[in-house]
Structure formats: structure tokens, C-alpha cells
Nanobody
Framework: QVQLVESGGGLVQAGGSLRLSCAAS????????MGWFRQAPGKEREFVAA????????YCADSVKGRFTISRDNAKNTVYLQMNSLKPEDTAVYYC??????????????WGQGTQVTVSS
């Protein structure tokens, strides 16, 4: 089992940047695939980005490709989401999640509590 705690959210102007962090408990972090999701008010939660347990493969949603980058530091039990060129439509609660499955876009078993990102125009 793994517990996840996100941080780094906040208020930023359009065009700005934020880096989200997700710290995981436990000594098995390096065996989990990690993902970032977001949920805007009145909308369903959507996939943002994911990274394999080894860090060897990363995936991003088309809506954030070229602007967001996911990375991980297994020595620090932390996964990051670097968000550049932020847009008002990126405003949402961002969640990190972990799984050991083959799928990276869904079927996550563990979730953090979320961190709010607000982008002003």
C-alpha cells in the first residue's frame, strides 16, 4: 500500500508555471506507475500524464502535450508535474495516483487528496 500527498498548487496568471509534487510513503514507490489527473468544477476527472515505474516511459494527454512534463525521483519517493504556459482551462484540482497495472490512463488503485491549481486570465 502507498499513501500519496500532493503539494505545489496555487494561483498563477495565464502563461505562468507551477510544479506539482506528489510524495509517496513506503519503500515500494519505485515499483508503482504514477499518474496525474485533474478535475474541474462540474466536469469529470481526466487523465493528464503518467510515468512508468522505471521512469522509462511517459505519456501526456493531448491537451497538455508540449506544456506539461511528468518526472519522478525514486530516491525521493516523489513524482512531479511541471506545468508551463498555463491556461485558464487548466484550472482544476490535481490528483496523483499509483498503480501496478499495465494501463496508465486508468485503473489506479491509490489516490492523493488533491491540490488546487487556479489559472487567472
Amino acid at each position: 500500500q502507498v499513501q500519496l500527498v500532493e503539494s505545489g498548487g496555487g494561483l498563477v496568471q495565464a502563461g505562468g508555471s507551477l510544479r506539482l509534487s506528489c510524495a509517496a510513503s513506503g519503500r515500494t514507490f519505485s515499483t508503482y506507475n504514477m499518474g496525474w489527473f485533474r478535475q474541474a468544477p462540474g466536469k469529470e476527472r481526466e487523465f493528464v500524464a503518467a510515468i512508468r515505474w522505471s521512469g522509462g516511459s511517459t505519456y501526456c494527454a493531448d491537451s497538455v502535450k508540449g506544456r506539461f512534463t511528468i518526472s519522478r525521483d525514486n530516491a525521493k519517493n516523489t513524482v512531479y508535474l511541471q506545468m508551463n504556459s498555463l491556461k485558464p482551462e487548466d484550472t482544476a484540482v490535481y490528483y496523483c495516483a499509483a498503480n501496478k497495472r499495465s494501463s496508465l490512463r486508468n485503473a489506479y488503485d491509490y489516490w492523493g487528496q488533491g491540490t488546487q491549481v487556479t489559472v487567472s486570465s
